[in-house]
């Protein structure tokens, strides 16, 4: 399979833990993105990478979310003391930089339940 | 980048063409259209793209005005599979984040 992944699919966590998502881009794909959606609404961006470079983050990341992308291949997401607000679903997102209209790809995705 | 329309939702016969507007007024000229749908679920899938001249795949058609002021995407032969909400995106080329609005939830009825 040859698209984005994301593990775990599904998590629930009770209020003031902390969890990690995992994302797994298009491998020859060099920009990587999260996003996060609540129920009826679109994706919301959250934050980029070029490679291992973290190039934008949306004010929707608070402190306690932080993102990495150690080698420029796969990413975490981790949120710390989660909050019941932060139920939603974490999408990721690849695409392959280029001078054109490139497109992004998405993962399945993670749904996260905060109880 | 620019801010799109669409209507909340719309009802489609199985294996009618499908016409799904979208209102872009304020896009630019280095903005693209790019249409995206996601099913109950799962993450949002890529359909097509285009900048000012219409485009075709195999998924659907995009049809802009030549204002560029709207578009419409078109699916040829809508089947129950094709049920989901429809995002249209303005984007410039080289740009980061999709901003995905609320989008048209499309119901394909047997």
């Known amino acids: 399979d040859t698209g984005v992944s994301q593990d775990p699919r599904h998590k629930i966590t009770k209020r003031g833990q902390n969890v990690t998502f995992r994302c797994d881009p298009i491998?020859?794909?060099?920009?990587l993105y999260w996003y996060r959606q609540t129920l009826g609404q679109g994706p919301e961006f959250l934050t980029y990478?070029?490679?291992?470079?973290?190039?934008?983050k949306s004010r929707l990341l608070s402190d306690r979310f932080s993102a990495e992308r150690p080698k420029g291949s796969f990413s975490t997401l981790e949120i710390q003391r989660t909050e019941q607000g932060d139920s939603a679903m974490y999408l990721c997102?690849?695409?392959?930089?280029?001078?054109?209209?490139?497109?992004?790809?998405f993962g399945p995705g993670t749904r996260l339940t905060v109880t | 980048d620019a801010k799109t329309t669409q209507p909340t939702s719309m009802d489609c016969a199985e294996g009618r063409a499908a016409n799904l507007p979208c209102n872009h007024s304020?896009?630019?000229?280095?903005?693209?259209v790019y249409w995206y749908r996601q099913i109950h679920s799962q993450g949002p899938q890529y359909i097509i793209h285009?900048?000012?001249n219409n485009e075709t795949n195999e998924m659907a058609s995009l049809i802009i005005t030549e204002d560029r002021k709207s578009s419409t995407l078109i699916l040829p032969h809508a089947t129950l599979r094709d049920t989901a909400v429809y995002y249209c995106?303005?984007?410039?080329?080289?740009?980061?984040?999709?901003?995905f609005g609320t989008g048209t939830s499309l119901t394909v009825i047997p």
């Open positions: 997102a690849s695409s392959l930089e280029g001078t054109g209209p490139y497109e992004q790809y």
């Open positions: 491998s020859e794909h060099n920009r």
């Open positions: 990478f070029q490679n291992e470079a973290q190039l934008e």
């Open positions: 304020t896009i630019s000229g280095n903005e693209y």
């Open positions: 285009g900048l000012k």
């Open positions: 995106i303005v984007r410039v080329a080289g740009g980061n984040q999709f901003y």
